[in-house]
């Protein structure tokens, strides 16, 4: 069966800090994975967009990484400020099928000063 | 600044009565979605269209709900009849393919 996990399920960190969400997966055959933010009562924004072979990637102080052989993604946030309290959604896509996209019930993040 | 807009914003109906949500992709995009949104869910896809087609919709039931694309500037969802059970945001996002979506603010729904 074709899952995202994602941990912890909630976060509380204080300003400053850095912090990291994991997402796991096991869907197959693996074409992308997207990290998504969630602020409260908006839609989720696109961060990041890792295919197969891209290790990691940045995007301004989040930092994505990808182990397509274990089968996980992390989302790496660097010295965290309070617009960062959202929910992070991890997205996977397949290569094939009708419903190609899975995901994860997100982290709540909560920044506080 | 484009961006998928989306209304009404709130909706609060009564069981049994029909609900109807719009969405209006960005200019240019050529895929449309529809997802739910619950605590406990979270995100779903419903459904999605390309070129103003349906692909997919095997994540919506069938007997009530509907999706349409009239025009490629307008996408519809619709309840008939709705229940408590669907009380949920609904987002719609738009993108070239699936490469990339772009969500719109959602239409939060209370069936009572």
């Known amino acids: 069966k074709n899952q995202v996990e994602q941990s912890p399920q909630s976060l509380i960190i204080l300003e400053g800090k850095n912090c990291t969400l994991q997402?796991?997966?096991?869907?197959?055959?693996?074409?992308?994975l997207r990290w998504y933010k969630q602020d409260t009562g908006r839609g989720p924004v696109s961060l990041t967009i890792?295919?197969?072979?891209?290790n990691t990637k940045s995007n301004g102080r989040y930092t994505a990484t990808l182990d397509a052989d274990t089968k996980q993604s992390s989302l790496h946030i660097t010295a965290s400020q309070l617009s960062d309290s959202a929910s992070y959604i991890c997205?996977?896509?397949?290569?094939?099928?009708?419903?190609?996209?899975?995901f994860g019930t997100g982290t709540r993040l909560t920044v506080i000063p | 600044d484009a961006r998928v807009t989306q209304t009404p914003r709130h909706k609060v109906t009564e069981m049994g009565q029909e609900v109807t949500m719009r969405c209006q992709p960005i200019?240019?995009?050529?895929?449309v979605f529809w997802y739910r949104q619950t605590m406990m869910q979270g995100l779903e896809l419903l459904a999605y269209?390309?070129?103003?087609?349906?692909?997919?919709d095997s994540g919506m039931p069938k007997d009530r709900f509907s999706a349409e694309m009239p025009d490629a500037t307008l996408a519809t969802l619709k309840i008939q009849p709705s229940e408590p059970r669907d009380s949920a945001v609904y987002f719609c996002?738009?993108?070239?393919?699936?490469?990339?979506?772009?969500f719109g603010p959602g239409t939060r729904l209370t069936v009572l």
């Open positions: 997402c796991n997966y096991t869907v197959s055959p693996f074409s992308n």
């Open positions: 269209f390309r070129n103003r087609a349906p692909l997919d």
């Open positions: 996002a738009s993108g070239l393919d699936l490469n990339e979506q772009f």
């Open positions: 200019l240019g995009h050529n895929t």
């Open positions: 890792m295919t197969f072979s891209e």
């Open positions: 997205v996977v896509s397949v290569l094939s099928g009708a419903n190609n996209l899975f």
